[in-house]
């Protein structure tokens, strides 16, 4: 079955740094477009940052510049790069694929960005 487990995630000030990393099986993970959601509470899921098979990548506004998606194929993995995490920031982050039509989600890994 299709799984995605995000790792990563942690407490860091603003200004700081984290690689969160999703580790995807069940599917065929390089010929899928694969993305990054984060949840902050109270509000909606939002696009962080999408990358395509052939590893083409759109980012949110709000993230430009210090956000980065890579991906490895060989090891089935995601990766989003944070640099100058500001507060909000803060949120779950989840990986996604969507499969025939459905959305595969991980369980998220929680980030927080302290001022």
């Known amino acids: 079955q299709v799984q995605l487990v995000e790792s990563g995630g942690g407490l860091v000030q603003t200004g700081g740094s984290l690689r969160l990393s999703c580790a995807a099986s069940?599917?065929?993970?390089?010929?899928?477009?694969m993305g990054w959601y984060r949840q902050a509470p109270g509000k909606q899921r939002e696009l962080v940052a999408r990358?395509?098979?052939?590893?083409?990548?759109n980012y949110a506004d709000s993230v430009k510049v210090r956000f980065t998606i890579s991906r490895d194929n060989a090891k089935n993995t995601l990766y989003l790069r944070m640099n100058s995490l500001k507060p909000e920031d803060t949120a779950v982050y989840y990986c996604?694929?969507?499969?025939?039509?459905?959305?595969?989600w991980g369980q998220g890994t929680q980030v927080t960005v302290s001022s």
């Open positions: 996604q694929t969507s499969i025939r039509g459905d959305n595969y």
């Open positions: 069940g599917f065929i993970f390089s010929i899928k477009a």
């Open positions: 990358i395509t098979s052939g590893g083409s990548t």
